[in-house]
DNA sequence: CTTGAGTCTGTAGTGGCTACAGACGGTACA
DNA sequence: TGTACCGTCTGTAGCCACTACAGACTCAAG
């Protein structure tokens, strides 16, 4: 398989493809006569892995660390959990930031009169929240 | 005010203050004899400004573009408007995609049995969704 | 035999900072 | 007066996870 074909079947840039081989993500393959890189189902499925690892929001870190442990099947699945886990709050905690954010927005553009910069109270609620002279 | 205060009070790096005098999104201020940078009142109400909309989540080009329209106070509001509203609407589609992340990484969660790596469900519902044999 | 698509390596750019290194300024205390 | 120490200065490099080239090649179709 050239890496073309790899690429479009796990929704993936050429791009990347070889940016995750150089960061040793995923395995140097065999090279054609033309010096074209060929790879077989086994990298299929470990850069389907990846992408779907990265899908769901797993830094190339998490993803490095959990492919390392699909390596070694006696291991108990705690660590596995544990990964998962910490990702999972990680994950909640920016949803509750961006939703508070969300709200604030919303406010701030419910102000809006639809006048002059002059008065509008988008700018002014952005506006400087200056406490009076800290020194 | 020397960059410290400055920095302090607007409850940003210093490093992050010169950045941003670096890309022009901060007027470089008069300088002491001891060429250190010598804020006033209106730098700490620029900062101020643009520190609230970064907590936002507005990009510094945004930032940069709402600076802009603050100097015309007669412009009318409705690009001020347009910029939040576009934004909002960035801010809850990531949330949705985030929320999309947080289920699915739940039900994988969900499914750990805690056993060993061999039959960890986590690892397989990440692992190769190949589809068979493309070519 | 030419054309065009795909691939190769290597480097640089993105956003929004952050982290140094190495030199200088300013102040508090001995 | 020395000295210790903090803050500040400039400039450069690093972070993440790619993305976008440039310039050279391989290969299949017409």
Do not use: W
């Not at 090279?31 to 769901?56: C, E």
């Not at 959990?66 to 909640?92: G, M, N, W």
């Amino acid at each position: 398989m050239k890496i073309g074909e790899l690429a479009s079947a796990t929704a993936t840039n050429v791009e990347t493809v070889r940016y995750y081989e150089k960061i040793g993500l995923l395995p140097a393959p065999a090279r054609t006569n033309g010096n074209y890189r060929s790879y077989g189902v086994a990298h299929l499925q470990r850069l389907s892995f990846i992408r779907r690892a990265r899908d769901l929001g797993f830094s190339l870190d998490a993803v490095r660390d959990l492919l390392a442990l699909t390596d070694d099947r006696e291991k108990p699945c705690q660590a596995v959990d544990e990964i998962a886990s910490r990702h999972l709050s990680e994950v909640e905690r920016k949803i509750s930031d961006l939703a508070a954010m969300r709200d604030e927005l919303r406010v701030v553009i419910g102000n809006c009169r639809h006048g002059t910069v002059g008065d509008c109270k988008i700018i002014e609620t952005l506006g400087p929240r200056v406490r009076p002279d800290p020194k």
